[in-house]
């Protein structure tokens, strides 16, 4: 029960109430007196209790000295906000700041106490209570904007420019050139090659600068207003399209992903204002004309201009500038050869750069009257056009530029190299032709051996350029190069570099004797099936049998000066010449003329019959050296390289005397008597031409070997399944006649009078 106990008169400002454990049986008689209250003990009037389970006076509300009732008390004041942060700069700074510090504080202290906010505000009635004050919201105002600026200068200290770039952003293709300076291919993931500003007309710089960002020279590299209009957009619409300047599209190209996000937006704004505190303003033009995305596979305003016009940059003119800069915001929507839609687009948008730049400056009236009819660019991507055969040629560059420049792979993949061949067009065309045409015969004369055929060709210059080769019927479907191959036997065609070892080095008819001269009316048994010899007698194969050597159809020939045995193609002379000389140095003198050491035979007697496995490159490289007077230059396929306008070294090629001039010029002269004797109706007497045919055992290949005007042609014609395996198969008539030689038939097309 509750039992409200009247206070005395001196207090009666306060009424208490307490809670009193009446015991069972009610309140004994005297059990509540003045001044204490009797618990299970006898109290006195001071309410101190007699015993152990006795209380003291404390609960009976009366103060022990004054006999007052006690009072709660009170909490100590809040500090004043001045006083709080005195005490917290004390706290932090030490005792000797805070004197300095305490004035000011108490200073701002009564404006912070005012701006504190309190809600609902008092002497403010209805909805006014929740109204900040003026002081208040200036307060929150001032805040905030400082806040925002400590931000945005923590992030622009944060944001730091890498180092590289965007690997996609750098690359570019590799440009490949004829030997007269005309495109010939091009090569890499992208079609971009980057270019200098100053090679870039001021007319094309100021079409995209008033289509894009005409106030590109003065702005801080950020447009405010663009990315607010950004946020709002990607916020709403996830899109960020427009607003950005040139500074923030390089920003984006080079640095950043694509992504249509905030973050990647405030990331690009940062990176543009630091990047245009750090690079020049044509700098970063430069940098975004080489990098912008035009469209047809192509970045870079060069690439832009070559794929939509034919052209270089510095051709184009300012109408034509226009369109490409219109291109820019989105190729797949102003490009005209892709719809109507399209073209009408771009039409629009063409007119209205052009009339900006003359509402800037750029352009004057008269200038822009001029340019009245839409300039229609080509309807497809020229760059495209690489073609079959170039291929093979863009392969051998690619291997030599690497090799010579010293690239890497990972390099040269990157791009932006102009690689400048020796590969004459209009002799690689022939030579493509009489090929082709070679091929389309056999296929209707002997249409299944002509499924298993290879025709390899080359034309070498006397100074070691490759001007053609024929590699294959086409790069994408047969990678392997024709003309390249070491695969199957020179034949007879090798028989000039024994000839060529035998003038320079004489012959030993026996082991401890004096080398004797050799000359072209040196006499040897030009008999069939003549056995070769040896100081020591006759020479003898594993397997026990004597070794001798046989001419085309069993002919024999009696006893026949060198000169007139290499002119005819008689065989038998040559293996005995090669012993006689030595196989050793018959080998020497064929690497030295131009054949690979992995190409040469064996060191037996057939080396000399043709047992190597020369290429037509290197075939035709070794006749070269007969032409150029026993000199051997290293051919080669790259002439000069660039990258990105700058020339970049080349390793030489190698050149070495591989002979006497005179040995070369007797195994010349009996070349020239060899095409005289086997083509009487085709012989000239204004051109020097020097050739010879080439036979194989067991009709595993046919050879032609010739040169004209100091320019070596090999052509070989060979069956192989690459299927199944490298070997050769006998060409079952593909190769002709002797009267009418497939070989012979493509040479003399592919070396014609070039017209």
């Known amino acids: 029960m509750q039992l409200k106990v009247p206070a005395p008169q001196q207090r009666a400002a306060a009424d208490e109430t307490m809670q009193l454990r009446v015991p069972e049986g009610g309140i004994p008689e005297g059990g509540i007196r003045k001044g204490g209250i009797r618990k299970g003990g006898k109290a006195d009037e001071s309410g101190k209790a007699d015993g152990s389970g006795k209380a003291d006076g404390s609960g009976s509300g009366e103060s022990e000295t004054s006999g007052t009732p006690s009072r709660r008390r009170r909490k100590a004041a809040r500090p004043s906000p001045a006083a709080r942060l005195t005490a917290g700069l004390t706290a932090a700074l030490g005792p000797r700041l805070a004197p300095v510090l305490g004035p000011v504080a108490a200073f701002l202290g009564p ?5 504190r906010p309190q809600y609902p505000r008092p002497g403010r009635t209805g909805w006014r209570r929740w109204i900040p004050s003026w002081r208040q919201s200036l307060g929150g105002f001032l805040a905030t904007l400082g806040l925002s600026s400590l931000l945005l200068v923590v992030a622009y200290a944060a944001t730091d420019i890498p180092e590289d770039l965007n690997t996609y952003a750098t690359q570019q293709d590799n440009v490949y050139f004829w030997a007269d300076g005309t495109p ?68 984006k190209n080079v640095y950043l992903n694509q992504d249509q996000t905030v973050s990647r937006k405030f990331t690009e704004a940062m990176m543009a204002l630091k990047l245009d505190n750090r690079m020049s303003k044509d700098e970063i ?35 034509e500038a226009a369109f490409l800069a219109s291109l820019l915001k989105g190729a797949g929507l102003y490009d005209p050869t892709l719809s109507q839609a399209n073209h009408e687009r771009a039409v629009e948008r063409w007119s209205w750069i052009l009339d900006r730049m003359v509402a800037i400056g750029k352009l004057s009236p008269q200038e822009r009257a001029k340019y009245t009819k839409f300039p229609e660019p080509l309807e497809s991507n020229p760059l495209y056009d690489t073609g079959e055969q170039s291929d093979y040629l863009v392969e051998l560059a690619a291997q030599y530029a690497k090799k010579t420049a010293h690239i890497s792979d990972p390099e040269f993949d990157r ?3 102009q690689i400048y061949t020796t590969f004459e067009k209009g002799r690689e065309d022939q030579l493509t032709e009489a090929v082709t045409k070679a091929r389309k015969q056999a296929k209707k004369d002997n249409p299944k051996e002509a499924r298993t055929a290879h025709y390899g060709a080359a034309s070498i210059a006397a100074d070691g350029r490759i001007l053609a080769v024929y ?33 320079e080095h004489g012959v030993r008819k026996s082991r401890d004797g004096e080398p004797t001269p050799v000359t072209g009316e040196t006499l ?112 080669y396929s790259v002439r000069k390289i660039t990258h990105n306008g700058r020339t970049v070294a080349l390793d030489k090629p190698a050149t070495r005397r591989a002979m006497g ?95």
């Open 471 to 503: 590699g294959g019927p086409d790069h994408r479907k047969q990678g392997y190069n024709e003309s390249n191959a070491t695969t199957v036997p020179a034949g007879s065609a090798f028989m000039p570099f024994v000839y060529a070892a035998g003038l």
């Open 524 to 635: 040897y048994n030009g008999d069939d099936e003549v056995p070769v010899t040896t100081p020591e007698g006759p020479y003898w194969d594993r397997s026990g049998r004597k070794v001798a050597a046989r001419n085309d159809g069993g002919k024999s020939y009696g006893q026949i000066s060198l000169h007139q045995a290499l002119a005819l193609s008689v065989n038998t002379p040559f293996m005995q010449l090669g012993m006689d000389t030595g196989l050793e140095k018959v080998r020497s003198t064929a690497e030295a003329s131009g054949l690979l050491p992995s190409s040469i035979g064996a060191q037996v007697p057939t080396l000399s019959t043709g047992s190597s496995t020369p290429s037509a490159i290197r075939m035709a490289s070794g006749y070269a050296t007969f032409a150029a007077d026993g000199r051997h230059t290293e051919p």
């Open 184 to 251: 010939m291919a091009r090569t890499g993931w992208v079609l971009r090659q980057s270019m200098s500003l100053d090679d870039i007309p001021e007319d094309v710089r100021w079409a995209v600068l008033a289509a894009e960002n005409e106030s590109f020279y003065s702005d801080p590299g950020i447009s405010f207003k663009g990315i607010t209009r950004a946020v709002f957009r990607t916020l709403g619409q996830g899109d960020t399209q427009g607003g950005s300047t040139i500074t923030q599209q390089y920003v």
């Open 415 to 417: 791009g932006g190299y």
């Open 285 to 319: 033009l430069e940098g975004y004309l080489n990098t912008s995305w035009f469209g047809r596979g192509t970045y870079g305003i060069q690439r832009a201009a070559q794929a939509y016009y034919g052209k270089d940059v510095s051709e184009l003119n300012v109408s």
């Open 661 to 755: 001039a005179d040995t070369a010029r007797e195994v010349q002269s009996a070349l020239v008597d060899a095409y005289r004797a086997a083509h009487p109706e085709a012989a000239s007497a204004s051109t020097v031409v020097a050739g010879k045919i080439g036979t194989t055992e067991n009709d595993k290949a046919a050879w032609y070997v010739g040169t004209a005007e100091k320019v070596s042609t090999a052509v070989v014609v060979y069956r192989m399944d690459l299927g199944k395996s490298l070997e050769p198969l006998p060409l079952e008539g593909l190769a002709g006649t002797a009267a009418d030689s497939v070989p012979y038939g493509i040479w003399s097309s592919a070396v014609r009078p070039l017209g």
């Open 111 to 115: 404006y912070l106490r005012r701006m």
